[in-house]
């Protein structure tokens, strides 16, 4: 079964940085889609930034040229390196993956779900 743990999380004052991690597991051959996604209290779900298992990015423009994302395709790890922190970046993060493939007894195959999500990590901003 494919599950994504997120760590890294924590109080960080204005100004500072955080480096967030995703590990996948689970009989994991290849991801496509690995993904950061934010949810502050009373608000949706965003997309912060992805990143392409052939290292095609995107990130929100609320967070361009402070976060980075990265990714070790080897061991189906993603990172968030988060600079510059401000109040309103305060928000649990989550990761997600999509279109995942596996190993399985037939080879490799897509896993069954189109979408996995982490359990989050809290992010918290303020001084």
């Known amino acids: 079964q494919v599950q994504l743990a997120e760590s890294g999380g924590g109080l960080v004052q204005p100004g500072g940085s955080l480096r967030l991690s995703c590990a996948a597991s689970?009989?994991?051959?290849?991801?496509?889609?690995m993904g950061w996604y934010r949810q502050a209290p009373g608000k949706q779900r965003e997309l912060v930034s992805s990143m392409t298992s052939d290292g095609i990015t995107d990130y929100a423009y609320s967070v361009q040229g402070r976060f980075t994302i990265s990714r070790d395709n080897a061991k189906h790890t993603m990172y968030l390196q988060m600079d510059g922190l401000k109040p309103e970046d305060t928000a649990v993060y989550y990761c997600k993956a999509q279109r995942v493939w596996i190993r399985s007894s037939q080879g490799v195959v897509r896993a069954p779900e189109f979408d996995y999500w982490g359990q989050g990590a809290q992010v918290t901003v303020s001084s």
């Open positions: 689970g009989n994991i051959s290849m991801i496509y889609f």
